[in-house]
T-cell receptor, first 113, second 117 residues
Framework: TQLLEQSPQFLSIQEGENLTVYCNSS?????LQWYRQEPGEGPVLLVT?????EVKKLKRLTFQFGDARKDSSLHITAAQPGDTGLYLC?????????????FGKGTLLTVNP | GAVVSQHPSWVICKSGTSVKIECRSL??????MFWYRQFPKQSLMLMAT?????????EQGVEKDKFLINHASLTLSTLTVTSAHPEDSSFYIC?????????????FGPGTRLTVL
């Protein structure tokens, strides 16, 4: 099972600031997903990255997949209070007839108005 | 994507009792569902993979006799926490595996908050 390190674990910023969250592993990811989870709810998929060096944008969110496919980052521009939540990266482990997700510990983001 | 519901959304029970949590795929026939547990301010930990019509596959360290999983239909999987203890108090989340575009994706339910007194 792949171990994922996410940093920072907690982040509290003011509305309008930019931030970056990191996800790293000592192993190569076959592919990686980023999720956002609000309190008392299940995670919601934001993006899947597959190709090394890949960059995907989702409005104010920019996701990068490292060239070596061992790291990924999520950058939020001009954060808003609605961005508050737990951001999770997850490695996709495929094997046998199922594929499984291994989640990082998450980054708890608070955006203050 | 698939719409997933869970019932109940929260439950409080006495120590020693059993609690059943339902996970329903409302608009998608799910051959495979997953059950996760999440403690406060922590990440999701996979407990087991539920396969329709066959036995669940449990992750290492998860007691299969304590966490009973039944996936009797393509739209319903249940997790029963037997002889619950306070340390079983947690947020239990299920997900449905679906193939969308080129990737397998999981769509998550809203979770069930279990509190064991």
């Amino acid at each position: 099972t792949q171990l994922l390190e996410q940093s920072p674990q907690f982040l509290s910023i003011q509305e309008g600031e930019n931030l970056t969250v990191y996800c790293n592993s000592s192993s190569v990811f076959s592919s990686l997903q980023w999720y956002r989870q609000e309190p008392g709810e299940g995670p919601v998929l934001l993006v899947t990255v597959v190709t090394g060096g890949e960059v995907k944008k989702l409005k104010r969110l920019t996701f990068q997949f490292g060239d070596a496919r061992k790291d990924s980052s999520l950058h939020i521009t001009a954060a808003q209070p609605g961005d508050t939540g737990l951001y999770l990266c997850a490695a996709i482990n495929s094997g046998g007839s199922n594929y499984k997700l291994t989640f990082g510990k998450g980054t708890l983001l608070t955006v203050n108005p | 994507g698939a719409v997933v519901s869970q019932h109940p959304s929260w439950v409080i029970c006495k120590s020693g009792t059993s609690v059943k949590i339902e996970c329903r795929s409302l608009d998608f026939q799910a051959t495979t569902m997953f059950w996760y547990r999440q403690f406060p301010k922590q990440s999701l930990m996979l407990m087991a993979t539920s396969n329709e019509g066959s036995k669940a596959t449990y992750e290492q360290g998860v007691e299969k006799d304590k966490f009973l999983i039944n996936h009797a239909s393509l739209t319903l999987s249940t997790l029963t926490v037997t002889s619950a203890h306070p340390e079983d108090s947690s947020f239990y989340i299920c997900s449905v595996e679906a193939l969308t575009s080129s990737y397998n994706e999981q769509f998550f339910g809203p979770g069930t908050r279990l509190t064991v007194l």
